[in-house]
């Protein structure tokens, strides 16, 4: 993805080109900057280049250039660092994206198996409207497939649930009943700091300032239903999860 040679080679002959890579810590000169305006900038720039009819830029919801979050800001900046290189370019925002092994429910449920304590991201109240991860996969690909006269798309599954909310469904589907105590955003950022010295860090600075902000579609932008697509319940997910031994 950063070497503009590689891209141009992986896009030759392409119909359309989908960028779905991120990064949640930064190493070296690997930054936020770097990856999500610059490397998507230049991706987006070769399709065209290469003829490609379509670009889809994964991004998510909540992306915003004036962001105090590098991470924030840079996926918002990327969106129109992309628009510019590819004009006609479509840009998905994705709600938190969930499935076996996702970096959530997942961890939720492995947690919760474990601790007869649990801690929220303050009080709990930030809300969610998690995704199941491939109804995002048969999105993008409808919308790579057809013409749409909307290029900006908010992707989010059937139900909004506060993260509190979200804690106690997981752990019902598991019958286990944990006490839940709200922990403070800024203790949060302090163990996020330490953590991120870790190799596979468990949680980053960056994953905890998009736990202070709601993370829903907004009413006004099209998304599954305009694709005919039928969001995947949590309960579901859940029920994948536990399946698959998560």
Not at 104 to 126: N, Q, S, W
Not at 166 to 173: D, I, N
């Amino acid at each position: 993805m950063l070497d503009p040679s590689s891209i141009a080679s992986a896009v030759a002959r392409s119909y359309a080109v989908v960028n779905a890579v991120s990064l949640y810590v930064e190493h070296g000169d690997v930054t936020f900057e770097r990856m999500h305006v610059e490397a998507a900038a230049d991706l987006a720039r070769a399709a065209r280049e290469a003829g490609a009819e379509g670009f889809v830029q994964v991004s998510g919801i909540g992306s915003d250039p004036g962001s105090h979050s590098d991470y924030i800001g840079a996926r918002g900046r990327g969106e129109d660092a992309v628009r510019h290189a590819f004009p006609g370019a479509i840009i998905v925002r994705s709600a938190v994206m969930t499935g076996p092994d996702d970096a959530l429910l997942t961890t939720l449920v492995k947690l919760l198996r474990l601790m007869p304590i649990y801690p929220l991201f303050g009080a709990g109240e930030t809300r969610l409207q998690p995704v199941y991860v491939e109804d995002v996969a048969e999105a993008v690909s409808r919308l790579v497939g057809s013409k749409h006269d909307r290029t900006t798309f908010e992707l989010g599954g059937p139900r909004v649930l506060s993260y509190k909310q979200l804690v106690q469904e997981v752990a019902a589907s598991l019958d286990t009943r944990p006490m839940l105590v709200p922990v403070p955003f800024g203790l949060w950022s302090c163990l996020a700091a330490v953590a991120e010295f870790v190799p596979g860090a468990p949680i980053t600075r960056n994953q905890v300032d998009l736990m202070r902000l709601d993370n829903i579609v907004a009413a006004e932008m099209p998304g599954l239903e305009e694709l005919a697509i039928e969001p995947r319940d949590i309960k579901e997910i859940i029920g994948m999860i536990e399946r698959t031994g998560g």
